[in-house]
Structure formats: C-alpha cells, structure tokens
C-alpha cells in the first residue's frame, strides 16, 4: 500500500513549456485534490475531483487543467508554464467529503 | 475570519523530553481537527485526528486534546526523538463552493527542533 505517490519530484520548466504532474492513489479513495505551498501562503486548492470522470475548480486554478480518466490518477496539466506557477504541489486524496485528506511527496517545480 | 492557527512558530526540546504544541482556533461550530507533520522536503503527514465530541485522543507516542470552551487544540509528543524534527500544523476542513468540497485550513505551523 503506497498511499499517495506523485511524479515527478522535480522540474524545471521554461516560461511557455507545459508538462503534466502524475497523481496516484491505491486506497481507492473517491475524493482527490491538487494544493500549490508557497511561502507564507499556506496550501491552496488548485482543482479537485469528487470521483472518477469529475473534475472541478478550486480556489487558484487559473493555468492549470486537470483530468481523472481513473479513479486511481488525477493528473495536473500546465498548458503554458509562467514564472507565477514556481512552487511545490501536493497531490491529495480522501474517502469522502471532509474526511481526512492524505498528501502525497510533492512536486518541486521551478519555471525559468 | 475563521482560522485556525498556532501559538508559537518555533519549539526546541531535548531529546527525550515531551514537546506540546498549541493550536487556536475561532470557529465556535468546527467539529473535526487533523494533526499533520511535514519534514524538510516531504508532504504533510497525518499524525491523528479529533472531532468535537472527544476531548482526548491518544496515537502511538502522540495525543491530542481538545478544549472546546477556549477553542484550543494541542498534541503532545512524548519522548521527543531526533525523527520527530519537523512542521507540525492543525488543520479543519472547511467546506467551500457551497459545500461542494472541503479545503483544508492550515495554520501557520510550528517548527520543533530536538536537541539531541
């Protein structure tokens, strides 16, 4: 039982490259979200996903997409990466609405 | 606005000894606090939970105590360890688009550091 794994764990991008984070859980939770953690700004929800073939909003989501084909994956899209998206982002998951949420390693991503 | 945070961004113990970090917390109505410790490099961690009907919770080496007339939450470690190192936050889910989803509110964070 991995929990919750993300690849990559690092990536440095050019202003204008894209690239996609790969989120996944084997707990078989229905619930998943995508944080950005930026320094003083706390986690901030970028999108989420009530279950398999359901993606939403969350409170930044500007520049991103995302897409989970799969219970078991939600993957983060940067379209055209801006030097605004340099930050660490946390894939999470959960059972259901409010329960607790169980992170993932993170990725550290730098755009030049 | 609601929140929720801590007391002290910093805590330095001998190893060995119990470490207590406090949490503040304004919303009179939450009733679920999770306990997260995130180490250099690493996502947060789940340590333990507590919904508002309990005022004690233990985990292994870890427990948490609620006080709901003052709105304060803490987590003790006993027997601090080197491995223990890290930032610890309170967080409430808080539920947002109308219910839709929850966020997590994190508080600002503790920084314990063991001396060894």
């Known amino acids: 039982n991995a929990g919750v794994t993300q690849t990559p764990k690092f990536r440095v991008l050019k202003t204008g490259q894209s690239m996609t984070l790969l989120c996944a859980q084997d707990m078989n939770h229905e619930y998943m979200y995508w944080y950005r953690q930026d320094p003083g700004m706390g986690l901030r929800l970028i999108h989420y996903s009530v279950g398999e073939g359901t993606t939403a909003k969350g409170e930044v989501p500007d520049g991103y997409n995302v897409s989970r084909l799969k219970k078991q994956n939600f993957l983060l899209g940067l379209e055209s990466a801006a030097p605004s998206q340099t930050s660490v982002y946390f894939c999470?998951?959960?059972?259901?609405?409010?329960?607790?949420?169980?992170f993932g390693p993170g990725t550290r991503l730098t755009v030049l | 606005g609601e929140s929720v945070g801590l007391h002290l961004p910093t805590l330095s113990v001998q190893e060995g000894d119990n470490s207590i970090i406090n949490c503040a917390y304004s919303?009179?109505?939450?009733?679920?606090f999770i306990w997260y410790k995130q180490e250099s490099g690493k996502g947060p961690q789940f340590i333990i939970d507590?919904?508002?009907?309990?005022d004690k919770r233990q985990g292994q080496r870890v427990t948490v105590l609620l006080n709901k007339t003052v709105k304060h939450l803490s987590l003790q470690i006993a027997a601090t360890q080197p491995g223990d190192s890290a930032v610890y936050f309170c967080?409430?889910?808080?539920?947002?688009?109308?219910?839709?989803?929850?966020?997590?509110?994190f508080g600002t964070g503790t920084l314990l550091a063991v001396q060894p």
């Open positions: 999470a998951s959960s059972i259901g609405l409010g329960d607790t949420q169980y």
């Open positions: 507590i919904r508002s009907n309990m």
């Open positions: 919303n009179s109505a939450s009733d679920y």
């Open positions: 967080a409430e889910p808080k539920a947002i688009f109308g219910g839709a989803t929850n966020k997590l509110i």
